[in-house]
């Protein structure tokens, strides 16, 4: 049960009555050949770790290796202890997770590359503060990262998630996409309605570059997959309401690729050029 676009997808969806986490589930145990228990014993690590890193810095935060970065999740936290968030129960809590694994991730600490270590904070992100806040069961999202894991795949295979080649539209765009898409099936919503919401993620977050400032996935890489997460949240609320995208995840996939590589090199993970160029910071 292979597939390489999203075309691809939708029809293997279709023909089985699977949600997409299910056809993704087949293509990995026909390709790799390993048993479906031990697919879900290395899914279930992986929820652990994601788990683990998003609610360490919450407790002991640590400074990043550049010394960038460190403490901004526990002081969301904080706020939202006040009562005075703006942002509800899902975005501030998802915000805070995406920013907790970019801490743990700027001071080497052990985090899930989802799908790049740069955007590593947005599908844990997303996917736990929905689980809080609707007290979804961890099989739940098993299912929810199996569908990340399906829009990943089709990025990689077609287009893009290095910053160096594609900006950080192809990182934290890409990791948005996978959030949105794995937050729609969480949610109920149908295999077409994770695409649409991946797809319009890809297209609020196109052009986006990838400037880290001294080289060090750790400013603005933190607050951009905060960004990411608000992205794919709105991106699964329009689809999960109904709103159609008129450009489908496989020409979304293509277009931002081309707009990636038409980027100029010092807006693709150079440190050449945009926020790591800013004279102020760097003089700091």
């Known amino acids: 049960m292979d597939f390489t676009s999203a075309k691809e997808l939708l029809q293997l969806c279709g023909q089985h009555n699977f949600a997409i986490s299910g056809v993704m589930r087949r293509r990995e145990f026909d390709l790799s050949g390993v048993d479906l228990d031990a697919m879900e014993q290395r899914m279930r690590r992986v929820l652990k770790i994601m788990r683990e890193a998003a609610h360490q810095p919450l407790e002991n935060p640590q400074k990043s290796m550049g010394g960038l970065i460190g403490g901004e999740a526990r002081k969301l936290l904080v706020w939202r202890e006040t009562g005075m968030s703006i942002c509800g129960a899902v975005l501030n809590r998802a915000v805070t997770y995406a920013m907790a694994v970019m801490e743990v991730n700027a001071s080497m ?47 990689m295979k ?19 996409a996978m959030a949105a898409s794995a937050a729609v099936e969480l949610m109920g919503g149908a295999p077409a309605q994770s695409l649409d919401a991946a797809s319009i993620v890809l297209m609020n977050m196109l052009g986006l570059v990838c400037d880290p400032v001294g080289g060090l996935v750790e400013y603005p890489c933190q607050n951009r997959n905060a960004a990411g997460v608000a992205n794919a949240l709105a991106a699964a609320e329009m689809s999960l ?30 440190a050449r050029g945009g926020c790591a160029a800013c004279p102020g910071l760097c003089q700091n």
């Open 109 to 155: 600490g052990l985090i899930v590359a989802a799908p790049t270590a740069g955007s590593a904070g947005v599908v844990p992100g997303l996917l736990l503060s929905l689980a809080e806040v609707y007290d979804f069961a961890d099989e739940k999202l098993l299912d929810a990262l199996f569908n990340a894991g399906a829009v990943g795949y089709l990025a």
């Open 158 to 176: 077609n287009a893009t998630v290095a910053g160096a080649v594609g900006g950080c539209q192809a990182e934290v765009g890409v990791a948005a």
């Open 241 to 270: 309401s109904g709103i159609k995208q008129h450009i489908s995840f496989d020409e979304m996939l293509s277009i931002m690729y081309q707009v990636g590589k038409s980027l100029p090199a010092e807006l693709r993970e150079t």
